[in-house]
């Protein structure tokens, strides 16, 4: 699709891909850590998918979860899949804490406090992108960035 930005960019920094999707972090200062697993295709719905694809998808989605938790320890993980703005399957993967501008309230709700801008520590960075290499790598032919 030519105006679906997610079909014409990574999409954030690429940190793991496979045939089917791909896992980006984005450079977020209110939430370091934050993650997407973007199909590599241009598919709307989640229930367009065959159920393999699917069942790939979400093995995924919950590898970058336990990744972000083993690394970072955050107080939540909220997991989105909205598509409202950008409609091209993805998951929204955040680590919530409960410092964090919006905690309890979702990411894109009313802040509940001062924004607390944050770098993500290189040497976090660089472990989260091999504890998410890590596991995803396991028994797959893929290839690792």
Known sequence: M???????????ELIWQSALCRVVRIEDADYPGFCRV???RHIK???????ADREHLMTVVFAVEEAIREVMRPDKINLASLGNMTPHV???????F???????????????????PQVLDPSVASALKTAVQRRLNQGE???AL
């Open 38 to 40: 973007i199909l590599n």
């Open 141 to 143: 032919q893929v290839f």
């Open 90 to 96: 993805h998951w929204h993967v955040i680590p919530r």
């Open 45 to 51: 719905e989640l229930s367009d998918l065959l159920p």
């Open 2 to 12: 030519k105006n679906c930005e997610l079909c014409s960019t990574p999409g954030g």
């Open 98 to 116: 409960k410092r964090d501008r919006h905690f309890p309230n979702p990411i894109w709700g009313q802040s509940r406090r001062e924004s607390l």
